[in-house]
């Protein structure tokens, strides 16, 4: 009996997998007999979507592995394989009805000197498929400012969101800027300046109403 063939990822199949990565479940697919290097029919867990989404950009772990390789939408689905039925062995065959032969000598042939059987060449080792390895997700570093000068970064590594409004010392922002083109180093030295005078004129502020009141106590107890 002819194998079911397997249907391929649909876009519906892939947005799916990419709401199932965001919520945090990285999802089961299994492999297609268009997979190249691995069994059809095993399973394997999507890690990420590499971009732009051509070719093999989808990033897995097989089943019992550890490396991460990139597929294509054709070589994975998400329909699970039927276990596979033992096929009964075929019955024996009828035991054959003896026949009654006459024996009639003939005469003994000369025997000829066997021929040496030609060396057989040794088969060439069958070079195993090569692996795909999983491409590099790019990382994007954001740096955010509020308006009283705290600093916080975001991280996120291809699909997946590493890091989210940790907050940063505006001191290593700064060292940061430095070691970076000129232009950033500029736009963060705006915001620190301004930082800075917003809070220099609130100190002004906050110690002439110290002094004011430290007067109005000496008054009161002088």
Do not use: C
């Amino acid at each position: 009996m002819a194998k079911a063939k397997q249907n391929s990822l649909s876009a519906e199949d892939l947005d799916h997998l990419r709401r199932e990565l965001a919520e945090g479940r990285p999802p089961a697919v299994w492999f297609t007999s268009a997979a190249v290097g691995v069994e059809e029919g095993r399973s394997a867990k999507v890690l990420a979507f590499t971009d732009p989404p051509e070719g093999d950009y989808i990033q897995v772990r097989p089943t019992g592995s550890r490396d991460e390789l990139s597929f294509s939408p054709a070589e994975l689905t998400l329909e699970k394989p039927a276990p596979r039925k033992k096929t009964p062995p075929p019955p024996p065959p009828p035991a054959p009805t003896p026949v009654e032969h006459i024996y009639t000598p003939e005469p003994k042939p000369v025997p000829a000197k066997p021929k040496p059987a030609p060396a057989k060449p040794d088969p060439a080792p069958a070079r195993p498929p090569a692996r795909k390895h999983a491409k590099p997700a790019e990382v994007t570093v954001t740096l955010t400012s509020s308006a009283e000068g705290e600093w916080t970064v975001d991280v996120q590594s291809g699909a997946k969101r590493v890091l989210r409004g940790a907050p940063i010392a505006a001191s290593a922002v700064s060292r940061a800027a430095k070691l970076l083109l000129p232009e950033v180093d500029e736009a963060v030295e705006t915001v620190l300046s301004a930082a800075r005078e917003r809070h220099l004129a609130r100190v002004e502020q906050l110690r002439a109403e110290l002094e004011a009141a430290q007067r109005a106590l000496d008054e009161l107890t002088g």
